[in-house]
């Protein structure tokens, strides 16, 4: 019966080395450094299937009325077709790819 | 001698010139007035008297189909020369944007005439392969500009 009780004692004891032994080895050494969440950044607005055409302008980018834009649609084909025609006149690549006032493209 | 300078007739004696004018008859339109629409069968060919026709072309913006202008022709200058080229169907729309007057030639009636008087229809056909390439010159270099800058966008 003592030799019962002798081995239960050494076995729990065995039991509580191994235990605290793999407790050990598989807790991490050093505390991680603690991290701090990122701002989640804004998702940006879709820009190839927008509603309203925008043109630039000195303060940035507007919404314009359909007249106006038609306006200055006409306007832009009548430069496009004056620096061509100036091109046609005097066929240089210079002229070919001169730049216009054009709100278009400015 | 002032009908001499119709583009189209350039290069032909006078006698010749008032013989092919009188082929056709004179139109009058009002500002807003359409001469032709797009897609219609070309079966005359116009001089622009005086006045101005705008050549539009469809395009949709904000939803909303409308006319934007790609060409004027004034006074002295052709409109309409699908009528003399295959498959004889307007590729533009025409309209008057202020009172014009044009003379309107029809595809019969000049083709008729050249067979009868060839040197005519040389000379004709010279002036109006002149309004053909002008045309298709000027369309290929505002192309090629477009191209360019939309090539040096993608690059940006």
């Known amino acids: 019966m003592e030799m019962l009780l002798m081995g239960i004692c050494i076995s729990v004891f065995g039991m509580g080395i191994a235990c605290a032994a793999f407790g050990a080895a598989v807790r991490p050494t050093q505390s991680l450094p603690e991290r701090k969440p990122e701002p989640v950044k804004a998702v940006a607005p879709e820009r190839f299937f927008v509603s309203e055409v925008t043109v630039p302008t000195s303060v940035g980018r507007v919404s314009i009325p359909i007249e106006a834009l038609l306006a200055q649609l006409e306007r832009h084909v009548r430069l496009e077709q004056a620096a061509a025609e100036s091109f046609l006149a005097e066929p240089t690549s210079a002229l070919l790819h001169s730049k216009t006032i054009s709100p278009f493209l400015n | ?156």
């Open chain 2, 1 to 156: 001698m002032a009908n001499a300078q119709y583009e189209l007739l350039r290069g032909l004696e006078e006698a010749d010139v008032d013989r092919v004018l009188a082929l056709g008859s004179r139109i009058s339109l009002s500002g807003g007035d359409e001469l032709f629409p797009l897609g219609a069968h070309a079966d005359y060919l116009y001089l622009v008297s005086h006045g101005q026709i705008s050549l539009t072309l469809p395009m949709k913006v904000r939803e909303q189909e409308t006319d934007v202008q790609v060409e004027e022709r004034t006074a002295w200058q052709t409109v309409g020369w699908s009528a003399l080229i295959p498959p004889h169907r307007f590729t533009l729309r025409a309209t008057a944007t202020v009172g014009t007057e044009v003379v309107a030639l029809s595809r019969d009636s000049l083709e008729k005439y050249f067979t009868t008087h060839p040197e005519v229809g040389y000379k004709v056909s010279l002036n109006l392969a002149a309004v053909i390439g002008q045309r298709l010159q000027l369309f290929q270099a505002m192309w090629l500009r477009e191209v360019a800058r939309m090539v040096e966008h993608r690059a940006a």
